[in-house]
Every structure is written in structure tokens, then in C-alpha cells.
């Protein structure tokens, strides 16, 4: 018999989310993820998948995975460091280090994985990190499992992180302070202020962690973020995903060669967790192989985002200020976002609602993304569908 105490909790608390707006339902997509899906056999344009490049279901990273099944097995069979690496792990690696401009890369099961793994292995309770008050929530929970200090400063405020890092410093109570960014934040499209925040990093010394999981394959000829800017050799940890431009699962630290080893000897998700199976590494080699030789795709992607935003922000959506792709539609209260989106999906455009605790409460929203694969005419199809359903409920004129 399940626990009293127990079903309490969840039966209340679940209502409570359907009140407030924010229970959020999971759709079961019947067939592939691409700008097309289907849902109960009803095929919707999908603007709700980070699958930015269109990668997770082309035919040449679908034919790599085939293949190396055959030649490696479907599984890793254990943690590398018993079991050895495949050499599969050691190509990918090697790749990435050449794609991000690094000496080293390290790969993990999740880009969640590597927050948790990377900030923990070299933070502790006697250091401080500075963390962007929008920062994912693999970065807030890979903060709290280091048991560092933990500063939040003002979102992409340069004046508030200086004074954070100086009265830190000055402290003289951390043996190291860490500043932590997205590259790109993932809810608003902006990108972090790096060469700010590296100029304030090498002035109090601060080790500089960013987290680009949005950025890569998106920015800096699909290299991201860090080389959007010029600042390869000037950023201790880059983070990537494998799961969103890249079009398959898992994530990755980018570094020094030293910063690596540590991560191999003292990072709990590499030493206790099974390595992805031959399959998904070797999709994902395919995957760079091909941002790394041909950026018609990254052009694409900006080209719909670009056609997106002004068709939206023409209607008088308040799209706010993404400087990518990402194109928010914020309508503030989570009740009325989740109906927004329940009439957009019954209209034929799959845009699911965004509301607390992924965004700050009242700042409910609509997370637009076109990616490579969608064509203007899906694109003029889903404006359409915002004019009709915006009208309908009164959010545009």
C-alpha cells in the first residue's frame, strides 16, 4: 500500500500546477523529430525542438549510427575507465577539441552531465562562483552539488559582476572564484557579454566557465560562441551539447589538456556512468564532420530565424531581445500561454508553452525555433497561425 503521507503530496500539488497554469503535458511524437511531426496522427509543424541544424534525422549521421552497431556493438559495456574507451570515444574527442579550438574535450552522457561533473570536480566549499542569475539549471544544481559559495549577479549586468568579483576577491575568503555564462540563454535568444566578462575575469583572476550549449553550431561559423568572439584562448571550460545542433545526445568540456586529465581522474558522471553506445558516438562524428565542412546550413538556420522574427514582430508579438535564432513570443500570464498554445497546436503548429520554473513567474511564453530544415512556406503557414489565434484571443491588435 502506497504511503498516505505520500499521495497527499503529489495529489495536491499536481492540482495546485493545473490552478496555476504550469502542469505541462508530454506529447508522444509517433515517428522521426524533424520540422514536420506527428502527434495522435495529426502532423503539426514543430517549432519546439532544439534540433536547430536539422541533424537528428539526416541520412548520413542515420548511416553512421547503423553502421557502427555492426562494427561495435549496441552498448559501451561499462564506465571507460574500467572497461577502456572505444576508439570510436577517442575520434569524437579529438574531433571536438579541433571544432571548439582546444587542446582536449572530454564527452559526457548529457550536457546536463558535464555541469554537474565539471563545476563539482574543481569547486568546492572553499571557493565562490559568480552565476549569471539566468543561468540553466544543470549550472544551479552543478553549483550547489560543488557546495561552493554561491554570488548570483544581475542578468548580463557587467557593473554588478565587477562589484561581485571585487568584493569577492577582496574578501579573501575563496581559494578560487569561478564566473559562470550560457553562451547563449536559451529562454530570450540574447548572448552573454564575454569579452566584458573575460576582461573582468583576468582582472580578479577568475577561472571562466561557459556554458554553450545554444551557441555551438549556431554562432562562430557553428564553433560558437567563444569563437563568435574571438576568445578560444582566453576561456578555461567551454560546454557543449551533443543533443541540439549536433542532432543527437550528450554534451562535452572543452579545455586544456590538464584541465581534461582532472576531469578523466575526478569527475563522478565519467567515473561511474556507462559511455553512450558506438551508435551515438559515431552519429555525432558525422555530425561535426559535417558543421566543420559546410556552413549552408548554419546560414539557413539564421535565414528562418530572421524570416520568423520579422513576421511575428510585425504582427506585434513581443518577441524580446534574442540576438539568434530563438525567437520568444511572450505573453506573461502561464494560464493564458498554456491556451495560447493549445489553440496553436490545434491549428497545425506544434509551439509548446514555457512557463515557471523554467522563466520567472508572469513571464510565461511561447519558444519559437525554427531550425535549418523548415521551409519559408511552413514558416509563412505558422505566421498565419499566430495571426488567426492572436486575434482569436486578443494578444495583437
Not at 554553450?212 to 549556431?218: E, L, N, R, T, Y
Given at each position: 500500500?502506497?504511503?498516505?503521507?505520500?499521495?497527499?503530496?503529489?495529489?495536491?500539488?499536481?492540482?495546485?500546477?493545473?490552478?496555476?497554469?504550469?502542469?505541462?503535458?508530454?506529447?508522444?511524437?509517433?515517428?522521426?523529430?524533424?520540422?514536420?511531426?506527428?502527434?495522435?496522427?495529426?502532423?503539426?509543424?514543430?517549432?519546439?525542438?532544439?534540433?536547430?541544424?536539422?541533424?537528428?534525422?539526416?541520412?548520413?549521421?542515420?548511416?553512421?549510427?547503423?553502421?557502427?552497431?555492426?562494427?561495435?556493438?549496441?552498448?559501451?559495456?561499462?564506465?571507460?575507465?574500467?572497461?577502456?574507451?572505444?576508439?570510436?570515444?577517442?575520434?569524437?574527442?579529438?574531433?571536438?577539441?579541433?571544432?571548439?579550438?582546444?587542446?582536449?574535450?572530454?564527452?559526457?552522457?548529457?550536457?546536463?552531465?558535464?555541469?554537474?561533473?565539471?563545476?563539482?570536480?574543481?569547486?568546492?566549499?572553499?571557493?565562490?562562483?559568480?552565476?549569471?542569475?539566468?543561468?540553466?539549471?544543470?549550472?544551479?544544481?552543478?553549483?550547489?552539488?560543488?557546495?561552493?559559495?554561491?554570488?548570483?549577479?544581475?542578468?548580463?549586468?557587467?557593473?554588478?559582476?565587477?562589484?561581485?568579483?571585487?568584493?569577492?576577491?577582496?574578501?579573501?575568503?575563496?581559494?578560487?572564484?569561478?564566473?559562470?555564462?550560457?553562451?547563449?540563454?536559451?529562454?530570450?535568444?540574447?548572448?552573454?557579454?564575454?569579452?566584458?566578462?573575460?576582461?573582468?575575469?583576468?582582472?580578479?583572476?577568475?577561472?571562466?566557465?561557459?556554458?554553450?550549449?545554444?551557441?555551438?553550431?549556431?554562432?562562430?561559423?557553428?564553433?560558437?560562441?567563444?569563437?563568435?568572439?574571438?576568445?578560444?584562448?582566453?576561456?578555461?571550460?567551454?560546454?557543449?551539447?551533443?543533443?541540439?545542433?549536433?542532432?543527437?545526445?550528450?554534451?562535452?568540456?572543452?579545455?586544456?589538456?590538464?584541465?581534461?586529465?582532472?576531469?578523466?581522474?575526478?569527475?563522478?558522471?565519467?567515473?561511474?556512468?556507462?559511455?553512450?553506445?558506438?551508435?551515438?558516438?559515431?552519429?555525432?562524428?558525422?555530425?561535426?564532420?559535417?558543421?566543420?565542412?559546410?556552413?549552408?546550413?548554419?546560414?539557413?538556420?539564421?535565414?528562418?530565424?530572421?524570416?520568423?522574427?520579422?513576421?511575428?514582430?510585425?504582427?506585434?508579438?513581443?518577441?524580446?531581445?534574442?540576438?539568434?535564432?530563438?525567437?520568444?513570443?511572450?505573453?506573461?500570464?502561464?494560464?493564458?500561454?498554456?491556451?495560447?498554445?493549445?489553440?496553436?497546436?490545434?491549428?497545425?503548429?506544434?509551439?509548446?508553452?514555457?512557463?515557471?520554473?523554467?522563466?520567472?513567474?508572469?513571464?510565461?511564453?511561447?519558444?519559437?525555433?525554427?531550425?535549418?530544415?523548415?521551409?519559408?512556406?511552413?514558416?509563412?503557414?505558422?505566421i498565419g497561425v499566430y495571426e488567426k489565434v492572436g486575434k482569436e484571443m486578443n494578444l495583437?491588435?
Amino acid at each position: 500500500m502506497a504511503s498516505q503521507a505520500l499521495d497527499l503530496f503529489l495529489s495536491t500539488n499536481i492540482e495546485d500546477l493545473k490552478a496555476k497554469g504550469l502542469y505541462n503535458v508530454i506529447d508522444t511524437v509517433q515517428g522521426p523529430n524533424g520540422p514536420v511531426i506527428q502527434i495522435d496522427g495529426k502532423s503539426l509543424i514543430n517549432l519546439s525542438s532544439n534540433n536547430y541544424l536539422g541533424l537528428a534525422t539526416d541520412s548520413r549521421l542515420v548511416d553512421a549510427a547503423v553502421q557502427a552497431a555492426k562494427t561495435h556493438g549496441a552498448g559501451a559495456g561499462a564506465v571507460r575507465t574500467i572497461n577502456g574507451t572505444l576508439d570510436l570515444h577517442n575520434q569524437l574527442e579529438e574531433k571536438l577539441a579541433g571544432f571548439k579550438h582546444t587542446e582536449a574535450v572530454i564527452v559526457y552522457q548529457s550536457g546536463f552531465n558535464c555541469n554537474m561533473a565539471a563545476i563539482s570536480a574543481v569547486m568546492d566549499a572553499n571557493d565562490a562562483i559568480l552565476s549569471d542569475e539566468l543561468n540553466h539549471a544543470s549550472i544551479i544544481d552543478g553549483c550547489r552539488l560543488s557546495k561552493a559559495k554561491v554570488i548570483r549577479y544581475k542578468h548580463s549586468d557587467m557593473e554588478d559582476l565587477r562589484s561581485q568579483a571585487k568584493a569577492a576577491k577582496e574578501s579573501g575568503l575563496y581559494n578560487k572564484i569561478m564566473v559562470i555564462t550560457d553562451g547563449v540563454f536559451s529562454m530570450d535568444g540574447d548572448i552573454a557579454k564575454l569579452p566584458e566578462i573575460v576582461k573582468i575575469a583576468e582582472e580578479f583572476d577568475l577561472i571562466t566557465y561557459v556554458d554553450d550549449a545554444h551557441g555551438s553550431g549556431v554562432l562562430g561559423e557553428g564553433a560558437g560562441t567563444v569563437k563568435h568572439f574571438g576568445l578560444s584562448d582566453r576561456i578555461d571550460f567551454q560546454i557543449g551539447t551533443l543533443s541540439k545542433a549536433i542532432g543527437v545526445v550528450g554534451g562535452y568540456v572543452a579545455g586544456s589538456k590538464q584541465l581534461i586529465e582532472w576531469l578523466k581522474l575526478r569527475s563522478r558522471p565519467f567515473l561511474f556512468s556507462t559511455s553512450q553506445p558506438p551508435a551515438v558516438i559515431a552519429a555525432c562524428i558525422a555530425a561535426v564532420d559535417i558543421l566543420m565542412n559546410d556552413k549552408d546550413l548554419i546560414d539557413k538556420l539564421w535565414e528562418n530565424g530572421h524570416f520568423l522574427k520579422d513576421g511575428l514582430r510585425a504582427l506585434g508579438y513581443d518577441i524580446g531581445h534574442s540576438e539568434t535564432p530563438i525567437t520568444p513570443c511572450i505573453i506573461g500570464d502561464e494560464v493564458k500561454t498554456q491556451q495560447f498554445s493549445k489553440r496553436l497546436i490545434e491549428e497545425g503548429v506544434y509551439a509548446k508553452s514555457i512557463v515557471f520554473p523554467t522563466v520567472l513567474k508572469g513571464t510565461g511564453r511561447i519558444r519559437n525555433m525554427p531550425t535549418a530544415a523548415h521551409t519559408k512556406e511552413m514558416l509563412e503557414q505558422v505566421i498565419g497561425v499566430y495571426e488567426k489565434v492572436g486575434k482569436e484571443m486578443n494578444l495583437i491588435g
